[in-house]
């Protein structure tokens, strides 16, 4: 009976192993890119891989992801904030994957600053992407002000940027790296100017449903043995430069028709 129940968990822990873990998020280069490339999507990926564990990743709208995740149609979101962790009732298992900051995006020739929630009253238009979490106090001021611009669909943070070279808002807020190779990929990085920076860094997590603890806990042990072993700082180190541009055709069709003719 005991062999035959022994034999019964190796065949149900062979399955697990076999079924691809389904992780999703919107592309938010350098931490999740095109291609299965950033390195929050690398950390997460030789996290299982070193367990023998296969992971696909699918891209699709923030917003949905976490729709999709309460659904259970896959098992886990990337980069995900505190607060989202908590709203949507997710675990986490406490692995902290990088950080996220409110930094502030004009065009060059502006001159606007921003350090308190308070200088946004002087700004034309915020434009930010919607169902991001800009904390409390972000949040409610965007909220409170009709005229905040909430961007959506396949690629919300680049049409912002469009639209602010196009003097569509006064100012975009999203992480500073995240603007900075969004705008490297559109050609768009010396019309912008950094402004400043609202808040302190957020930490960002891999945020799985209640279903999926204990792909939870297989992710924990997996980025505890990537950085016994180095390879979690190699990772981290690849990145402290933006990656090299990788277009994706279709998408960089599609956006092409939105940019501006620069002189």
């Given at each position: ?201 957020v930490p960002l997590y891999v945020g799985f449903n ?34 090299e541009m990788s277009y994706d055709n279709a998408r ?12």
């Amino acid at each position: 009976m005991i062999k035959y129940l022994s034999f019964i968990l190796l065949l149900a822990s062979i399955h697990a192993h076999a079924t691809p873990i389904r992780i999703a998020s919107d592309i938010w280069c350098p931490y999740v890119c095109e291609n299965q490339k950033g390195y929050i999507v690398e950390l997460t990926q030789r996290a299982f891989e070193i367990q023998n564990q296969k992971v696909e990743f699918i891209t699709i709208p923030y917003k949905r992801a976490l729709v999709e995740l309460q659904r259970n149609n896959i098992n886990a979101v990337l980069a995900l904030p505190p607060s989202a962790i908590a709203n949507n009732n997710l675990v986490s298992a406490n692995v902290v994957l990088g950080y996220n900051t409110n930094d502030f995006y004009t065009l060059v020739d502006s001159q606007e600053s921003f350090s308190y929630i308070s200088d946004l009253n002087f700004t034309q238009q915020a434009a930010v992407v919607t169902g991001y979490d800009y904390g409390i106090e972000l949040d409610a001021w965007l909220n409170a002000h009709t005229n905040s611009y909430f961007a959506s669909g396949s690629d919300p943070l680049a049409m912002n940027i469009i639209r602010l070279v196009k003097s569509r808002h006064s100012v975009i807020i999203d992480n500073k790296n995240v603007i900075e190779y969004t705008a490297s990929q559109l050609n768009l990085s010396q019309q912008l100017r950094y402004a400043g920076t609202i808040g302190k860094p957020v930490p960002l997590y891999v945020g799985f449903n209640q279903q999926n603890q204990a792909n939870a806990v297989m992710l924990a042990n997996g980025i505890a043995q990537l950085k016994d072993n180095g390879e979690y700082q190699s990772i981290i180190n690849k990145y402290n430069a933006l990656p090299e541009m990788s277009y994706d055709n279709a998408r960089h069709k599609r956006l092409h028709k939105f940019l501006p003719v620069l002189n």
